[in-house]
């Protein structure tokens, strides 16, 4: 069974340009986390989604960030303009009831020069 | 409110050793918890977990016990290898709470020399 799909693996760009990163949860899993990694900040949640639905997006640093469900299977984080201080791992997981534990994928390090 | 504390790091050990790191939490209610295990340039991967009192979570040589009455979920191994450097998140979730996030710890890195 495929965990959860992160792409891309590595983003590299330069600052003010738009980022995407696109996530692909385990099939079932009605919980979706975006999450950002960085050694001074440790892991933070920005946002996650229960059945697509934003419930909780008070981890999301400023406007300049927003992220989507448009169907069960696919999200999308995107920074608009980036800034050097966006470089970080992203990283999306997935769960589901009864366990409520989570699945990572493998991450997307971001560097914004 | 939820949070996880967790010891500072780095543990630093040899070979055989034996590991213990600190997970204590405050919650309301009875949460699940969890341990989370991150190796180099790799997303965190579910080492073990437990959802009530009393509950010992297992997996790869580690434990952890659900112990109510202190409040903790402390990390053990009997004999760490090198192969388990990596850093070790403690988190919980309320319980009957569906999809609620995950609340973590600052995590430990543990670094083991032959």
């Known amino acids: 069974d495929a965990g959860v799909i992160q792409s891309p693996r590595h983003e590299v760009t330069e600052m003010g340009q738009e980022v995407t990163l696109r996530c692909k949860p385990i099939s079932g899993h009605n919980s979706l986390f975006w999450y950002r990694q960085t050694m001074m900040r440790g892991l933070e949640l920005l946002i996650y989604f229960n059945n697509n639905v934003p419930i909780d997006d008070s981890g999301m640093p400023e406007d300049r960030f927003s992220a989507k469900m448009p169907n069960a299977s696919f999200s999308t984080l995107k920074i608009q303009p980036s800034e050097p201080r966006d470089s970080a791992v992203y990283f999306c997981?997935?769960?589901?009831?009864?366990?409520?534990?989570?699945?990572f994928g493998p991450g997307t390090r971001l560097t914004v020069t | 409110g939820n949070s996880v504390t967790q010891m500072e790091g780095p543990v630093t050990l040899s070979e055989e050793a034996f590991l213990t790191i600190n997970c204590t939490y405050t919650?309301?209610?009875?949460?699940?918890l969890f341990w989370y295990v991150q190796y180099p340039g790799e997303g965190l991967q579910l080492l073990l977990k437990?959802?009530?009192?009393?509950d010992k979570g297992s997996n790869k040589g580690f434990e952890a016990t659900y112990r109510k009455e202190t409040t903790s979920f402390h990390l053990e191994k009997g004999s760490v290898q090198v192969s388990d450097s990596a850093v070790y998140f403690c988190?919980?979730?309320?319980?009957?709470?569906?999809?609620?996030?995950?609340?973590f710890g600052k995590g430990t890195t543990l670094s083991v020399s032959s």
């Open positions: 437990a959802t009530k009192a009393d």
């Open positions: 919650a309301t209610g009875y949460p699940s």
């Open positions: 997981a997935s769960s589901t009831p009864p366990g409520y534990e989570q699945y």
């Open positions: 988190a919980l979730t309320p319980i009957n709470q569906a999809g609620t996030a995950l609340i």
